[in-house]
Every structure is written in C-alpha cells, then in structure tokens.
C-alpha cells in the first residue's frame, strides 16, 4: 500500500472516531442527567450536562471532544496515584502488608467489614479504606511531604504542574464524617502509619487535585504501555507496578459496578465521584486498527449513579466498547 493510501486510511479512521464521539456526546447531552455528588457540597453544584471525552494515542494524536476544557477534581482517581506512588517508594510487598487485593462488593466508603472480624486489611487500596492506609504509607514526614511526592508522579506523568482546588478541599474536609470514622477504625486497628488527621488531610487533598480529560488519557496510555510514555520515549513507572495497578483497577476500580463493568466494558479502569473516568486500553492485534497499539482514555461526566460513576460516561464508554471492541479479554 502506498504512502498516500495509508495517510488517507489514517485520515478516515480519524474522522469515524471524531465522527463517532461529537454524534454520541450530542446525544447524551440531551438526555436527562441525573445527580453531581451530594454528599460533597462543592460538587453538588457543578453543572451535571458537562460530558467530555479524550483519547489519545501511542503517536501522541489526542482526539478531544465535549467540555474538555473543563478541570475537575481526581477524587478517587487518586488513589491509583498514590498507590503507584506508595509501590514506587516503599516496594509492592511492603505497601501488601498493610492493604489487600480483594474486591469487596460494597460501596467505596463502607465501614461495615471493620466490624464482621478484628484488625482486617483493608480490602485493596481503591476503596476508601485501602486509600487512607495507602496515604498514610506514602514517603514523608510530614502530610505536605507526602502530597508533595504523588503530585510530583503525577505531574511527571502529565508533563505539567498541578494545583489542588482548595475549595473543594475545604468543602470535603469539613464534612468528612465518614471517612473520619474509617480513620478511626483503621487507626484502632493499627492499619495507618501516621495520624488519624494527618492522614485524612493527606487523603482529601489528593482528591482535591485538579486534571481534565487530556490528562486522563494521558495517564491511561501510560499505564496502558505498563509504565512507558511513548511520546517522551521513557519508562516512568517501573511495568511491575502498572501490571499490579491494572489488575486492581479491573478487578476493584468501578466499586461495586467492578464485575458489571469488567464483564461489559471489560478495561482497567478507575472512577472518581466528580464524574471522572480514566480508562487504559492495552495494545492488541485484535483491536480496531485505530487502537491496536493501545490508548489511553478520559472521560467526564459529573453526574454519577449511586455506586459513584460517571453515569453518561459509563455509557459513553460502554458505546464505545461495542464500535471499537476493545476489550481485554
Ligand atoms: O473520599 C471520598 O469520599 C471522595 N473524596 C472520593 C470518593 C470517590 O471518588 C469514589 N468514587 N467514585
């Protein structure tokens, strides 16, 4: 096949998936939303039609569509951060000690499992319990120390500097009672390795870190390509901990949607309650063209459902799946 023939092949898979996303976006756009966050008074208020999507890939063409200028906290998007950043600085089997591998099945703030049986690790490090014994392991003395080092990953993932939304923190601070009780019980039970407040502010402030889409389907490629950012030709995160990371997101990202999503969607992925999705799509022959050498993914809707998806961008994606067939098994 010539030079020209390829380009133009090129060019037309471009324009089906621009095509595919704009005509998906302006459908859901329409339809009712649903409900922003409630139970954080700062993300009640953002406009739940926001829909936005970005995708980019290997080569480093990003096809951005919606309200992709819009920022948005990580929420618990976070916790695959910091959880990388925790393996990065501590080793896997130390940050295991503390923190299982094991899907729950109950909501992402539950404390019912501390009660059933004494001084049980916390399920796996995307709940919120595994999170808050995450963050109190994280390299530092200090709660600042310990920020600093997961927006630092972050950052060198993004390429660019990040700020924390402050009142988003503030909102999700003062009324964090029930992540203050799963603190509680987690310090009882000597499952944190620093203070109960210290490592809420910990905690909070990572989820209170702003991105937008591109900067999710970033960080998916990357995870994706097990740890290497192809646009910078370098290693960023040891493959180990992506593969480790990738299996948690599967099995444990979507909270108790996981199984629905992994048998449907059928991706790593991980969700946070400001409506963020951010998806990784390994490389494999039997994909679309498009996306044979993998991709990232980066999706937000701030309307969630009431396990704390996305609910259009669950069904963004989910559209997506079907066209592109992308899954991993
Ligand atoms: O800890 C919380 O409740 C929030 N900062 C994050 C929860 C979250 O994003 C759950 N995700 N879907």
């Known amino acids: 096949m010539g030079t020209q023939q390829l380009d133009n092949q090129q060019l037309n898979i471009d324009y089906k998936v621009d095509h595919f996303f704009e005509e998906k976006i302006a459908y859901y756009k329409d339809q009712p939303s649903g409900e922003c966050a409630q139970y954080i008074p700062e993300l009640k208020n953002v ?23 819009i920022p948005f906290t990580l929420q618990s998007i ?25 899907p729950t099945g109950d909501p992402f ?25 995450v963050a109190s392991l994280l390299p ?3 709660p600042t120390e310990k920020i600093q080092g997961v927006v630092h990953l972050l950052s060198s993932l993004i390429d660019k500097n990040v700020t924390i939304n402050k009142k988003v923190f503030e909102s999700e601070w003062e009324t964090a009672y029930r992540n203050r009780a799963l603190a509680n019980f987690l310090k009882e039970h000597n499952l944190l390795a620093s203070s109960v ?29 097990d740890g290497f950012d192809p646009v910078r030709q370098i290693q960023i995160i040891p493959a180990p901990i992506v593969r480790l990371t990738k299996i948690l997101m599967f099995t444990c990202g979507m909270y108790n949607s996981s199984g629905k999503f992994a048998a449907f969607i059928g991706l790593p992925a991980k969700s946070g309650v400001s409506g963020g999705i951010l998806g990784a ?11 044979s050498d993998g991709c990232g993914l980066g999706i937000y809707g701030p309307a969630i459902d009431e396990n704390g998806n996305s609910i ?8 997506f799946i079907q066209v592109y067939d992308i899954k991993i098994f």
Not at 121 to 129: D, E, H, L, T, V
Not at 312 to 319: N, S, V, Y
């Open 47 to 69: 406009n739940p039609n926001y829909l936005a999507c970005a995708l980019l890939l290997p080569d480093g063409k990003i096809h951005l569509h919606g309200d992709y200028e």
């Open 197 to 225: 407040e210290d490592t809420l502010f910990t905690y909070i402030n990572l989820c209170s870190v702003e991105i937008n889409v591109e900067d999710l389907a970033k960080i998916g490629l990357i995870l994706s390509l």
């Open 140 to 142: 530092g003395t200090t």
């Open 312 to 319: 259009k961008g669950t069904r963004l994606l989910e559209d």
């Open 78 to 102: 976070s916790k695959v951060i910091s959880f990388i950043a925790a393996c990065m600085y501590k080793g896997p089997s130390y940050v295991l000690d503390w923190v299982d591998v094991e």
């Open 281 to 291: 799509v390994p490389p494999s022959l039997r994909h679309h063209p498009l996306l």
């Open 109 to 133: 703030n539950s404390i019912l499992r501390f009660e059933l049986k004494d001084k049980q690790k916390p399920f796996n490090p995307m709940i919120n319990a595994g999170a808050l014994t």
